[in-house]
Each structure stands twice: as structure tokens, then as C-alpha cells.
């Protein structure tokens, strides 16, 4: 299983803050069956500078690339970054930005109001040949009022994230958005966004084997298939996705 959205790297953003936190944390990882890591680091274009933002990313690389006892893990990896939402990725370098060797882009939205211009920016990163990845999209208040805004997204070529814990929290409504997503296939990959080992640890594991139990085996195969496919690069498959309906109050 790959995992491709984590803050593992230590000491750059919200996530681990040292290096034996980003050891604890891989040691979780190794636990819970992962085998390939995507490293995303939290980036926002407008507030700090993107040579500066890669510079950190790289020192932080090396300190726990360098640490006694990470190559015994056995984790392969690749750079990337969650990139917070904002028209000017229209006008960046966003080659630099995107998952290391690959042409797959990880990006955040705000949680409650919805952005002008997501289409635009979306349209534009897809038309230079880079597909977005839409992170944890169970968090979007815009979203689960209305998943057609989400339908709309993936129909253009985006990619939708959602979380592990998300999936696993069935009695909150972003365990039952996440579920819903996949179910249509509106959400096409689950990784952790693990921080800590203690308060946002890694579990896919869990989230993998629910989706297996609620959706069947077929869920749970495609959604590992498609986060082997971003990793290597691969053409991903587009789903069929049905366009939700509301029907008496509930989108079905």
C-alpha cells in the first residue's frame, strides 16, 4: 500500500518536529502494510516564497534521510507538497511542485467557503498536463452541501483524496461523506495525513479494511490500484462516476 499525503518530514511544517518523530512515524507506517511514502509537506504560495519553501523541504529531507535507522525501514519515497489553493498556480512553476517524477499535484482547499476561480485554476493545471489531486475532500463544507460542486471537479480530470481517519469515523459526517465519495467514485485514493503518532497517526489499514466490509473487495483493490498508478506516474483510469441526485432531503 502507498500512502500520499502525510507530514513526515520534520521540522517544516505542522507535522513531525524532529527527526525521531518522523522515525516513530514511519515505523507506523511500516506497521499499518505501507511500502511507498509520498512526503507532502504543507505550502501555501501565498505566504512563503516557493525556492525558499523547496530549500527547507530538501534540508528537511536530508536531516532524516541521513538519521541512524531510516534506510533499515525500508520505506521507498518520493518528495511532493500539499499545496494550499490559489489562482496563481496558474501563472507558477508548479513541475517544481508536483510529486517527485510524476505529473500529479496535491492541493488543499479551504474548509468552509469555497474559493473563486478552483474551475479556472483546475482547468489551467490539467491543461498544461498535470492532474490535481484534491486533498481530504470530506473536510468541504461546499461539498457536502452540494457533491455535484465535487461530480463537477472530477469530471474535468481532477483526482479526489479523502483520509484515513475520516473513513474509519463512521459516526461523524466526514466518515460518512468519505464513504459516500467513494461509493460513487468521487474519491479515488485514501491516505493517512498523519502528523503524529499520537494525535493524527496513520491507520489506512482500518480504512481499507472498512471500505472492504461496507463496499466490497472491488473498492478496496481499485483504490490501492489507482494510489500505485499516481506513484508510478501511470495514466490514471478515469472512474465511472455517478452524478449525485438529491431525492427527499439526501444525496443519493
Known amino acids: 500500500m502507498i500512502d500520499m499525503h502525510c507530514h513526515i518530514l520534520p521540522g517544516i511544517d505542522d507535522g513531525a518536529q524532529t527527526v525521531e518523530d518522523s522515525l516513530a512515524l514511519l515505523r507506523a507506517e511500516k506497521e499499518q502494510e505501507i511500502k511507498k511514502i509520498v512526503f507532502t509537506p504543507h505550502f501555501n504560495p501565498e505566504r512563503q516564497d516557493m525556492d525558499m519553501f523547496l530549500e527547507a ?5 536530508e536531516a532524516l534521510r541521513q538519521a541512524d535507522g531510516f534506510s533499515d525501514i525500508g520505506i ?4 511532493g507538497c500539499e499545496v494550499f489553493f490559489t489562482m496563481r498556480l496558474i501563472e507558477m512553476d508548479i513541475s517544481k511542485l508536483a510529486f517527485e517524477n510524476t ?3 496535491l492541493i488543499e482547499f479551504p474548509t468552509i467557503n469555497r474559493p473563486y476561480g478552483i474551475t479556472r485554476t483546475m482547468q489551467n493545471i490539467l491543461g ?3 492532474t490535481p489531486i484534491l486533498a481530504h475532500v470530506e473536510r468541504y463544507e461546499y461539498f457536502t452541501d452540494d457533491p455535484v460542486k465535487l461530480y463537477d471537479l472530477v469530471s474535468l480530470g481532477c483526482i479526489a483524496q479523502v483520509n484515513a ?19 460513487w467514485e468521487l474519491a479515488h485514493i485514501i491516505s493517512s495525513d498523519a502528523h503524529s503518532v499520537d494525535r493524527r497517526p496513520p491507520n489506512t489499514k482500518a480504512a481499507y479494511r472498512l471500505v472492504e466490509k461496507k463496499l466490497g473487495s472491488q473498492y478496496k483493490d481499485w483504490l490501492i490500484k489507482n494510489t500505485r498508478d499516481i506513484f508510478n506516474n501511470r495514466y490514471f483510469d478515469d472512474p465511472i462516476i455517478q452524478k449525485p441526485k438529491k431525492l427527499l432531503g439526501r444525496w443519493r
Open 57 to 61: 523541504r530538501e534540508k528537511s529531507w
Open 128 to 130: 498544461r498536463g498535470y
Open 165 to 183: 481517519a475520516a473513513v474509519v469515523n463512521t459516526s461523524h459526517m466526514r466518515g460518512v461523506n468519505a464513504m459516500q465519495y467513494i461509493n
Open 76 to 79: 521507498d519515497t518520493k518528495l
Open 103 to 105: 505529473r500529479y499535484i
